[in-house]
């Protein structure tokens, strides 16, 4: 996700008064069964690259020992550890994200995932309410996060997330990073809040009901059961749905603040000033014309940036601090309007008034490569032809509209590239 948010537009609490507000069981629409999410079965590989991993591992052992982790601790992570060949496959070929946001959005905000959305929070009422007063996040916004992040806990992951993180951290290609996800995974078992047989997630180690990394976990996840231990892989989610909470609040969540308001832009608005650079106060967005898409002034809910998130032919959004505060979380701008508009959605609110450019209009990677060059073959500096839409090329793409009459939004189009040709 944080390759798509490039492309797009470049991804502690006192609990005793708390405990009878969780329900015992699961409370969720969608099924949750500790069946559905038993571990996988790991595939089988030849005994001389299981020798190999396992003499890497036996290497690892003092560098975990020396981030104090226990021999005891370690003995029971590592005593039926194998190399796991499917998550060096699913590393090997992650498709590069190529939907379109609006695309993105009719899956991310979908019907039935707002209809299950609205039944998760009437049926997790009164968790949610308990957690959003201790946290100060909107129990919508919490909600939103864990449909997009397991459907609402239907798919929590079920793959084995120490052999997992140990295959990876082996094979090298981003060792570093999984080796310390290893071993923070390594102090969440040496913690007790679950064992290894059941410490599952995704082939990449996001855990839980709202996918949590060993590292966010270890910085952000909370007790809120009061069990002694901060079980994001319960079939009750209410742990993982506070830890959330908790992970937004540390982030700098308002309350109260939406994360973006829908708004239009006057005619020869200098879209020169869109983008994440330039903020503002809504007043003075509104002194430059742009009025809430539901008519009047935005209220001021601090300062803004508008966003663009297709270029001038989609919606414009003002975002404000909570937008940022989400992308603590998922930096990709698609997944942060997924999660804000869904949770618009859950609180009776719209669509996005303005709609979304045709299909067709935006680039391939090829095309996205071609535009690069051809800018920079014209003086217009992109920061490299990787086919990666970041700021540099975006202002590139603005100053050349500007040169040719055209709105400067900075949006790659197949029309602009046709007309560099």
């Not at 690259?49 to 591992?57: E, G, I, K, M």
């Not at 379109?100 to 049926?123: C, F, M, N, P, T």
């Not at 090829?366 to 090329?393: F, K, M, N």
Request: charged share 20%.
């Amino acid at each position: 996700m944080k390759r798509a948010s490039q492309i797009f537009f470049a991804s502690i609490l006192g609990l005793s008064t708390l405990a009878a507000c969780v329900s015992p069981g699961p409370t969720s629409s969608s099924p949750l069964t500790r069946g559905a999410n038993m571990p996988e079965a790991i595939p089988p590989v030849d005994a001389a690259t299981q020798a190999r991993f396992l003499s890497w591992v036996d290497g690892f052992r003092p560098r975990a020992l020396a981030a104090g982790i226990s021999e005891r601790t370690w003995a029971r992570a590592t005593a039926d550890i194998r190399y796991n060949p499917r998550v060096v496959e699913s590393d090997r070929n992650q498709a590069e994200f190529t939907k379109k946001l609006w695309q993105y959005l009719e899956g991310a905000v979908s019907d039935r995932r707002i209809r299950e959305g609205r039944a998760a929070l009437a049926q997790n009422a009164a968790v949610l309410n308990a957690i959003e007063k201790r946290y100060g996040v909107e129990k919508e916004v919490v909600v939103a996060i864990w449909g997009m992040e397991s459907n609402y806990g239907a798919k929590r992951g079920n793959v084995l997330i120490v052999p997992a993180l140990a295959t990876l951290a082996y094979d090298g290609r981003r060792g570093e990073f999984f080796g310390k996800q290893l071993i923070a995974a390594l102090k969440i078992l040496q913690a007790g809040d679950i064992d290894p047989s059941h410490m599952t997630g995704s082939w990449a180690g996001a855990m839980g009901h709202t996918q949590f990394i060993p590292t966010s976990y270890l910085a952000y996840a909370v007790d809120f059961t009061g069990d002694g231990k901060r079980d994001i892989w319960s079939d009750n989610p209410a742990d993982a749905l506070a830890s959330t909470a908790a992970y937004l609040a540390r982030s700098g969540w308002s309350k109260g603040q939406p994360w973006a308001v829908e708004v239009t832009l006057p005619k020869g608005f200098n879209a020169g000033l869109a983008g994440k650079g330039t903020r503002k106060s809504p007043d003075q967005w509104a002194a430059l014309g742009v009025r809430a898409a539901s008519g009047g002034k935005v209220p001021n809910y601090g300062a803004a940036s508008i966003l663009l998130p297709a270029g001038a032919g989609g919606p414009a959004l003002m975002i404000f601090g909570n937008f940022r505060a989400i992308s603590r979380y998922n930096n990709a701008d698609a997944y942060v309007i997924g999660v804000g508009h869904l949770s618009d959605r859950l609180k009776g609110k719209g669509p996005f008034k303005a709609s979304w450019p045709g299909a067709g209009t935006a680039l391939n990677e090829a095309e996205r490569i071609e535009l690069q060059t051809r800018l920079t073959a014209l003086g217009y500096d992109t920061g490299g032809t990787d086919g990666v839409v970041g700021p540099a090329t975006m202002a590139a793409v603005g100053a050349y509209q500007r040169s040719q009459g055209l709105t400067a939004d900075g949006w790659p189009t197949l029309e602009l590239l046709k007309r560099l040709r």
